[in-house]
């Protein structure tokens, strides 16, 4: 894929969107930056995709934003970071300097309550729907081990409300030792 001036646009052009139009945090931008990215522009990989997923998940910060800079560094390395990151940085912050100018008249509306009551439940369904691609796709994997480490922290989060970055640290861990010391070998669980 050339990088000119075109593939650059219609990268911002794709945070930007994605960004702007994606209300309920960044699990719900996940499912249509894989849209976007791997099906529409074919430019990442379905496994790709989900390892940059994974990847965000993990580093500090607003996942939409790691996300971001993930897909961008991938596509142009830091050009393509940066130029994601403020397609993806912009949207919310016109909003929110909005917002912050009517705050008053947004609070006391009914309307808008409510409005924002209805995108609620729409942001638990797509949330929802991310979960069940991601576990069909890791079952799909047919690999024993990221089968039983889903597992795993499905039951700890669930069942021993474990925190959620105490898991994302123990699963990265265990994955990089899974990692070098089985994979790199030809070995398997």
Request: charged residues 15%; aromatic residues 12%; without cysteine.
């Amino acid at each position: 894929m050339e990088k000119n001036i075109k593939f650059y646009w219609t990268l911002f052009l794709s945070a930007f969107s994605l960004s702007a139009f994606t209300i309920g945090g960044g699990y719900v931008i996940v499912p249509l930056m894989r849209k976007r990215f791997v099906e529409e522009l074919k430019w990442i990989d379905e496994e790709e995709m989900l390892n940059l997923v994974a990847i965000s998940q993990s580093a500090p910060g607003p996942i939409a934003v790691n996300a971001s800079i993930m897909v961008g560094y991938r596509l142009a390395g830091l050009s393509g970071a940066l130029i994601s990151t403020v397609g993806t940085a912009l949207p919310p912050l016109i909003i929110i300097t909005l917002i912050a100018k009517f705050y008053t008249a947004f609070k006391e509306n009914r309307i808008i309550s409510a409005l924002l009551l209805g995108m609620r439940a729409g942001v638990a369904a797509v949330i929802i729907d991310v979960i069940i691609k991601m576990a069909k796709d890791i079952i799909k994997s047919k690999n024993t081990v990221s089968i039983a480490i889903m597992i795993v922290t499905f039951i700890s989060a669930v069942i021993f409300d474990i925190d959620a970055a105490l898991i994302i640290i123990l699963s990265g861990a265990f994955g990089a030792f899974y990692y070098n010391y089985y994979k790199k070998a030809g070995e398997q669980l």
